[in-house]
């Protein structure tokens, strides 16, 4: 993490809005927190509730926040009869994109379920979800948007064996019921959400500074693309391996 962000969670990780079990850190910005793998620019606080706008509010606006309107707001409020604040907010300060998320989605919501939050550090009210949790809700973002910081993340995720590709599968058969396979969805990837996306950025300390230092933001997006397809295989030839070694074990114990 930069120390623009640590400084910034520094400020608020005692706030009393976040004493409570119902709002906690994910995101990018937690996986990094965990893994120091990439530079990230934005904090990402959940809510297990729908959410308490005006709290939230006198929060962000306390530490000099601006807030960004939904451009969906009017949408939403017609589809669905309600406020998109009771679901999304976000808010620039410092520099830095603050958003408080409710998840409608199933899927997020049983993800949320294990998430056992946990002090960002000891005595902070800010909590931050487990690591498996984190990684959950990246497979599922990576599978409703086309980011190369979610496929990067992704890639990294798999890399280091933190997600059985099982679960992979499972994320993704929920999140979409079309017949297309996993490598065939990603591969079609294209880099329309990542235009204007300069999120994906590395310090000289991280392991691919020098990979994506000099890439475009779309070079950066194929390479990250190209990453994570390169750890799908892997991982689902191992898996592969792993079922025929059990397959002919099983077989020499029965005969």
Known sequence: MTKE???FIDS????????????FFIGGTALAHYLRHRVSYDIDIVSTQKLPVAQIKAFAFSLGAR???DKNASAFSINTG???ENYHLKFMVQGIKLEFSYFRNPIGHAILQRAHPTPIEEGATLKIATLETIVA????????????RDLFDGAIILEK?????????RIYSFAHSQSTSIRDYIDAFKALDDEGDNSL??????LHY???AKKSQNERFVHAREMFLTQYDLKQKESLDARKKMAIKNKKRDI
Do not use: C, G, M, Y
């Open 210 to 212: 020098k990979t994506f």
């Open 12 to 23: 608020i990780k005692n706030h009393p809005i976040f004493d409570t079990p119902t709002l």
């Open 137 to 148: 809700l990246k497979i599922f973002a990576l599978f409703n948007r086309q980011k190369s």
């Open 67 to 69: 807030h960004i309107k």
């Open 5 to 7: 962000i640590e400084t």
């Open 161 to 169: 064996n933190l997600i059985d590709i099982a679960e992979v599968e």
């Open 201 to 206: 950025d590395f310090l000289p300390q991280h």
């Open 82 to 84: 309600e406020e998109i």
